[in-house]
């Protein structure tokens, strides 16, 4: 319906171009080329028309998609009340079987509401190994004590103040209680998954970026794999797992997978009353009398709205990484559909370093010491960013040397790989197969590998010797790197890895209140609808401020248990 | 040969494709199966001819280490990710895992 007016708008000033050119001269035909030249294009996607009437459109050049495509469970068109086939009831829906999703199924189903919980792919999903919290049971008793203003300071000043003050003050005060019930819940599932406090490692300790201790792990869990337990983002497949199983056996929650959600419903007055969905390949109907929680993840594996709504140059050179290609926005567009706000575009992106073409680079690779002392440069030899930045920044800048087609190539000499023998070696070994992709190249001297790499002559020697001058003299003049923690390229191999940006996700989404509630573009609440996770905003701008420990998760966690209690027992 | 430049890779690969076309020609021309499959570029219409997503992956369960078409980080997975009409184009696994599919038996 929102659309109606939009298509009306455009069919006239299609119709205005061919009354031009039959009927030159008249003034009505010049007043309609005058709106004409207002509405340049036709909406090439249901992406770009969701917003009816009242869109703008930011133009930029088109970028390249590369990445993958998910199946999109949205439906924009009026799906007839003829063509339900089934109705279910309950209190709480809830769409999405990832994290926020399931902590909200288990939460409703906890404080005695019937919830129907649908995921569209056969597995939630699950790309994480740790998460962002502050004074749980677990914390606290290890006498964690977290620095609540910096920690909230530190996310405003990280999305440029362009977000609310509500959402991101309730993580705050709220992830602690939300981390005590998913722990809970672990304990009711047969995994055996342990929460215990991150250990504090500064990572960014003098780029201006605070410390601060707010961040929790499973790796204290018994019984995990070892090749699990520290690999990033596998151990959050089977604390999906987990979760699953336990919200499936919970005598409150009717699980359905394979089932993606096509729609809300809304009532007269606007409320959200339920949501169509695609069961068996036919239209179901479930009504939901106490709310629908939005937990369906961000948007990467769609490639019309990351062209929509992100920037081109965050991902036309990019890598992804994240298997689990349930995440098609859905849930944004059901929100836009019945009014709902969203953050403002560009989104904001979950973007990494240490890519490889294809994905990340593998562990063999990323782990080494050389990780951490490597200078970054480009095709020319050139060095474009502090190397000890925050890893969103990285990213960017090698996207903006991407724009101009250079790739990136993290320089390191055999000193910086391994002290230890056997990780030594098994890095070597690692190199051959990523010289044959031709993603590393090795030479003997920063001369030949320069050559070798086509770059222009003496660009990379230069670079190296102007590095180890900083390094003597501890002060970096061209992009203040902490010199402490480099060390000066003195060995007797030279290697370049290249080093793509790699999307892990999208951030952005429906702005909600600190209950979680969905709220419309005046600011008042969608009665019934609310959003949890990447599916919500509010929270973040431009980047995912990977400086900050594990906001991402925490918030889904966080907003997860949050909507859930409010949908159940209200404020 | 051993520090390949992308430049002299691609100059390699056109070697190598014109070195083939003269030895057979016939070999590079598209067979009946390829000419079957020209404009199918969408996973429905994959979908439309093999069957369900489903049943393509009962098809697949003992393909190499694990299936591909039922993975543990979950599916459905849009056919035209990997495959293009009769091809598999990009091999999404081995992006991060050790994985080539097992010829069918």
Known sequence: MINSKTDLSRRSFIKGIGATSIAVGTSAVFSESAEAKDVVKAPENVYESVLGDDVNCIYVKKGDFNGPKGPIGFENRQIAKSEITKEYNCDVAVVGGG?????????????????????KMTEGRGAFECFGSVNSRTQREAGVKTDKAVLLGEMHRSASYRIGPDVVRTYVEKSGEATDFMEQMFKKGDKGFVIAPMPLRPKYPNTGAPVIDAECMFYNT???????RFRSGHVGVYIIQDLTNTAKKHPNVTAKYSTPAAQLITDKSGRVTGVIAKEDGKYIQINAKKGVILATGGYDANPEMMKAYLRPEDYSSASWWNPCWGTTGDGHMMGLKVGAAMDPVPHAVMNFTFGSPESFHIPAVRTLRAMGLYAVVNDDGERFV???????????ATNRQATFGKKSWLLFDDTMISKNKEIFDKAIAAFAQLKTKGWLFEANSAAELEAVMKMPKGNLVNTINKFNAFKKAGVDQDFNRDMEFAKEFDGKKYYALVCNSVILATVSGLIIDEHGRVLNSKGNVIEGLYAAGNASGDF????????????SMGRAITFGYLSALHAVKGA | MKYLTNRKLSLATILLFSAMSVIGFSANADSSIDKMHKGY????????????????AKKTANLGKWNPHNSIHGGYVDCTNCHKQNK????????CHEYQPAAKK
Request: hydrophobic content about 30%; aromatic content about 8%; overall charge negative.
């Open chain 1, 222 to 228: 018994p019984g995990l794999p070892k090749d699990v």
């Open chain 2, 88 to 95: 598999v184009e990009k091999n999404y696994c081995a992006y």
């Open chain 1, 386 to 396: 502090r190397e000890d930045a925050a890893f969103q920044s990285i990213s960017n």
């Open chain 1, 99 to 119: 994290i926020s999703g399931l902590i909200a199924t288990l939460k409703a189903a906890e404080e005695g509401a019937k919830v129907v919980l649908i995921e």
């Open chain 2, 41 to 56: 570029d969408k996973a429905e219409q994959c979908l439309g001819c093999h069957g369900s997503y489903e049943e393509n």
């Open chain 1, 540 to 551: 973040f701008s431009g980047n995912y401020p990977r400086h900050i420990p594990g906001t």
